[in-house]
């Protein structure tokens, strides 16, 4: 049974086809990414009577998986997209849509680098950086404006707190790259 590294909607359009073909391209030049996950949710639930927020990828059936930082998972990435997004309106013409957006990616440097000690994570950094801006997307762009290494930033908006979990120690590494999805709407 073959596992889709990179799952998406059947049909993606506007922002989720942007995304789908930048998860194609993770995939594809990033030999040590596990899985590159689409859009993930906000969502909720309750913990020790407190609201925990955590970053959930729908996988359909009305499911969704977790994707905090955890080994379930191997080295992934994921897309978070950001409220609002701007439409360039034109009467008659086709509109153009931008949104913030966030990729999270968390990951094991032990399977990545399984011979050093080293913290590599500039060598990754590196990596991740020129895969995206070598990717050939068929609709849309991207651009890069950021990019977040602390825990409390690489999980922003989630319920996670580096001191309970120590989750950046080695061998364990994330970042997060912020940036603006441009599309506009197919013909």
Known sequence: MSIDKAPKPANPVLIDRVL???QDTLIEKL???DFAFGRAQRL???KENRDFYYPGIYTGAKEYKNVL???QNGNFCFF???DPQAVEYKQHQRNTLKSPFSLVFWYNLDKIYPD???RRTEEIKLE???TLTDAILTEGRITIATIFEQAENIYKGYSLKEIDNQFLMHPFAGLRIEGEIIVKEPC
Do not use: D
């Open 31 to 33: 030999s040590w990414l």
């Open 44 to 46: 909720v639930t309750k």
């Open 20 to 22: 789908a073909s930048l």
């Open 80 to 82: 978070v997209v950001s």
């Open 69 to 71: 930082p955890g080994e």
């Open 128 to 130: 991740i950086l020129r």
């Open 116 to 118: 050093t000690n080293e």
